[in-house]
């Protein structure tokens, strides 16, 4: 019902025409190359995939057609995200119909347009995390930081030893000097402390 009325609100605009409707990420990743659309519209959550999975495949593939995100809401994650593969824009569907078309339309010129409370939180979160990164490399190693990464990630000693190609003994070294480091006890408090500190 969505994509239908997309489509009657795009079709009436002066020197829009859509080219197809899509109904997976499958689809529009076989129907962008072959149609080369000046701007791709993809919804931020669908039942197949999502408009983030889209961009992230069209990186891969190296499609440089611009994508728009459209979502009920974002998180900051998702948004920073977005920004990092270098989304096109992000409307939110609350916003008036009117704003998603110049938005298109601005995107089609390569240029950008993104919703600012959204964009103004993901990039203040962006700079607390490079912050806390600058601040934890002080501290810890970069085989440290990947340590306290994985057990946040809720991986044991022995998954951490065959990701990072050392021993399990290691691994412990490595957490005993880390916990001393951050003056926590145990992996619980070390992926809550990583978490509070924007280290993941």
């Known amino acids: 019902m969505i994509a239908e009325g997309l489509h009657c609100l795009l079709s009436r605009e002066p020197g829009v025409e859509v080219l197809r409707c899509c109904a997976s990420v499958a689809e529009a990743?076989?129907?962008?190359?072959?149609?080369e659309p000046d701007v791709v519209l993809g919804a931020l959550r669908m039942k197949q995939g999502s408009g983030l999975d889209l961009l992230r495949e069209m990186r891969k593939q190296k499609l440089d057609t611009p994508l728009v995100l459209l979502a009920d809401f974002i998180r900051d994650d998702?948004?920073?995200?977005?920004?990092?593969?270098?989304?096109?824009?992000?409307?939110?569907?609350?916003?008036?119909?009117?704003?998603?078309?110049?938005?298109?339309?601005?995107?089609?010129?390569?240029?950008?347009?993104?919703?600012?409370?959204?964009?103004?939180?993901?990039?203040?979160?962006?700079?607390?995390?490079?912050?806390?990164?600058?601040?934890?490399?002080?501290?810890l190693t970069k085989r440290e930081l990947e340590v306290v990464k994985l057990v946040s990630a809720g991986l044991r000693n022995k998954d951490i030893a065959g990701r990072m190609s050392i021993g399990e003994g290691t691994v412990k070294l490595y957490l005993n000097t880390i916990y001393r480091k951050l003056e926590v006890t145990g992996r619980v408090e070390l992926a809550r402390h990583a978490q509070t500190h924007d280290l993941l």
């Open 29 to 35: 990743l076989k129907t962008i190359p072959s149609l």
């Open 78 to 139: 998702e948004m920073m995200d977005a920004l990092k593969l270098g989304v096109g824009g992000i409307v939110l569907e609350d916003m008036p119909p009117g704003l998603l078309v110049q938005c298109l339309r601005k995107v089609a010129r390569n240029e950008q347009w993104f919703e600012k409370l959204a964009l103004g939180r993901a990039l203040e979160k962006m700079l607390r995390q490079e912050e806390a990164e600058r601040t934890a490399l002080v501290i």
